[in-house]
């Protein structure tokens, strides 16, 4: 979204020399300046590895939670954990699972419970939360990566 | 073959942004209050239903909020930048030519898309939503004006279903009776007041106005709104009628960029035309997104686009702080390797630097022609005895006692400390 500015005709010439640099290409428009002798390694740059890039390749669709609780602890998600959350997946039987249940958020894993789904904990003290009818419950997000302190 | 424009708007975007993580609020009401909790900037459609007008300053309604039970929170940008920078991310994933137009809407142009426009944008809709959990409404139509009334058609009419496609429409002439004179993009109140006085009081009735009646008028401006809405498209995407909400610096490069340099130069050229746009409007900003891509339709090259939205602790219309910002967002985004076609910044959080709520540390607004000399002297300083030597106070103190920012939800998104808990 560009200011319009009125300019007289007269002063066109000296405008359109100003924009187009004299002949000259503009810095901003154009390629890298060349100075001095090209690296040989200019081919070869690489960037570090960027650990966003392993675990959220979908930027857009990730976002972080941290962990409270020790029901997970089987799945290696221990309290004060942070958890990678991916949207963009549908979950489905077998995923951790960000889950919304009764106006509260629990991470536990989608199972299939005979012919309906359930969401199981990984610790021997907790049970299952069977999803009937009267549950009010919708996945959140996919949890795709845990990340622990050690 | 008309082309095919879409408007892609977030639905209340900042009501939304709340409710990304508190699933428990969807339909129920809840507000958005400005800076230091000065009125209402957002409000969701149950609130809307209940006559709680905008812009209504929160000490007169806070017993009427109370006694309705509507949910009220301080105005959190970092959540609502990031989650609008993540929406642009996902439509510049999935479509050719993206024009972002505020912070919560963005133009894109769909002709020719294969399965046809229409599907295309109901599937990008449920994508917009289940990625980021922001709901969207998508208007498709010749021109962009069309492409934004039929955008509200589609917000507000529920069979539409969120998505509403004037090309494709038996009656389109009906959408246009629909939409009232002061809606329309482009015209402003005063013209429509005028208009709305000649019995002309719909985008139908002024469709059918006489070209050169208008011109005279209503200019140039008013006539281009006349041919858009006739389907002659006058403007392009990355022109029209400027937002109010937002201020938005950018423009394709002529030639692909690729250094890290240029784009730094490129994003503090914006970034000043922007303060300029602002100060004209005497307002100040809160919050700058900045934005840069790769050329999508150059096929076989590497692809690269990202968004990146930060805010300002201070609401301002200070170049130098502008293009600070702006220049730590680009660096943040920047990836060598490969040939960008764009960048962009976008103000927003926009406010009167004058009658604004300010907080303890603002810079009054008398004050703001003092301020550059004084930016130089701190500048000078820091550049002999080193980096901070001189600070402002608000930069560096991390106290809740900035701003009166008493229910700002957290910052689930840009603060390691505010993510969000969930119980194992």
Redesign the interface.
Same mark, same amino acid.
């Given at each position: 979204m560009l200011k319009h500015t009125s300019i007289p005709s007269q002063r066109m010439p000296w405008v359109i020399g100003k924009l187009t640099n004299n002949g000259k290409a503009l810095p901003l428009a154009g390629e890298a300046v060349p100075a001095g002798f090209p690296s040989p390694a200019d081919e070869y740059l690489e960037r570090p590895l960027d650990l966003n890039e392993y675990v959220a390749p979908r930027p857009e669709a990730t976002f972080f939670v941290r962990v409270s609780g020790d029901s997970m602890i089987g799945a290696g998600i221990h309290h004060d954990d942070i958890l990678v959350v991916d949207r963009s997946q549908q979950a489905v039987p077998g995923n951790i699972v960000i889950a919304f249940v009764d106006g509260e958020f629990t991470v536990k894993r989608l199972i299939r419970d005979g012919t309906e789904l359930a969401l199981a904990p990984e610790n021997p003290d907790f049970s299952t939360i069977p999803l009937t009818l009267d549950t009010t419950f919708e996945v959140w997000g996919v949890v795709r990566h845990v990340v622990h302190k050690v | 073959m008309p082309k095919e424009y879409a408007l892609i708007d977030c639905n209340n975007f900042y009501a939304s942004c709340e409710r990304a993580f508190r699933?428990?609020l969807r339909g129920r009401p809840l507000v958005v209050l400005s800076n230091n909790d000065g009125c209402i900037i957002a409000r969701s459609n149950e609130v809307k239903d209940l006559g709680v007008g905008m812009g209504t300053p929160y000490f007169k309604c806070k017993a009427q909020l109370e006694r309705h039970g509507i949910a009220v929170f301080s105005s959190n940008y970092a959540l609502y930048g990031d989650l609008s920078?993540? &929406?642009m991310?996902?439509l510049t994933?999935f479509c050719p030519h993206v024009e972002i137009y505020s912070i919560d809407e963005a133009f894109v142009d769909l002709s020719g898309i294969p399965g046809g426009a229409t599907q295309f944008a109901r599937r990008l809709r449920a /994508?917009v939503e289940?990625? /980021?959990?922001i709901p969207v409404s998508i208007g498709i139509g010749p021109t962009k004006t069309l492409a934004k009334l039929t955008n509200k058609f589609a917000k507000q009419q529920p069979r539409c279903h969120g998505v509403f496609n004037l090309n494709t429409s038996p009656d389109p002439d009906r959408v246009l009776r629909w939409t009232e004179i002061g809606d329309i993009w482009g015209i402003g109140p005063r013209h429509a007041k005028r208009l709305r006085k000649l019995g002309v009081n719909n985008a139908f009735d002024f469709r059918s106005l006489k070209q050169d009646w208008v011109k005279k008028k209503m200019t140039i401006t008013g006539l281009q709104t006349l041919l858009e809405l006739r389907g002659l498209p006058c403007h392009g995407l990355?022109?029209g009628p400027?937002s109010k909400k937002t201020i &938005?610096?950018?423009?394709s490069?002529?030639?692909p &960029?690729?250094?890290q340099e240029?784009l730094l130069?490129?994003t503090a050229?914006y970034a000043t035309?922007a303060a300029?746009?602002l100060r004209k409007q005497r307002s100040v900003a809160s919050h700058i997104l900045v934005f840069l891509q790769t050329n999508k339709f150059r096929l076989g090259q590497p692809q690269y686009s990202?968004t990146v939205s930060i805010p300002l602790i201070v609401s301002t219309a200070h170049t130098p702080t502008l293009i600070k910002a702006a220049q730590a967002g680009m660096t943040r985004i920047y990836?060598?390797?490969y040939a960008y076609k764009k960048c962009g910044v976008m103000l927003s959080g926009l406010e009167a630097s004058n009658g604004r709520w300010l907080s303890l540390l603002d810079i009054p607004p008398d004050a703001h022609s003092r301020h550059t000399p004084i930016m130089e002297a701190v500048d000078a300083c820091n550049a002999r005895w080193g980096r901070d030597t001189v600070k402002f106070a608000a930069s560096g103190i991390n106290g809740s006692w900035r701003m009166r920012r008493e229910m700002r939800s957290p910052r689930? /998104?840009t603060t390691w400390d505010e993510?969000?808990? &969930?119980? /194992?």
């Open positions: - | 699933p428990d920078a993540r &929406v991310r996902v994933r /994508t289940q990625w /980021t959990s990355e022109a400027v &938005v610096s950018s423009r490069f002529g030639h &960029v690729t250094s240029h130069e490129a050229q035309r300029e746009k990202n990836r060598e390797g689930y /998104t993510l969000l808990g &969930v119980q /194992t």
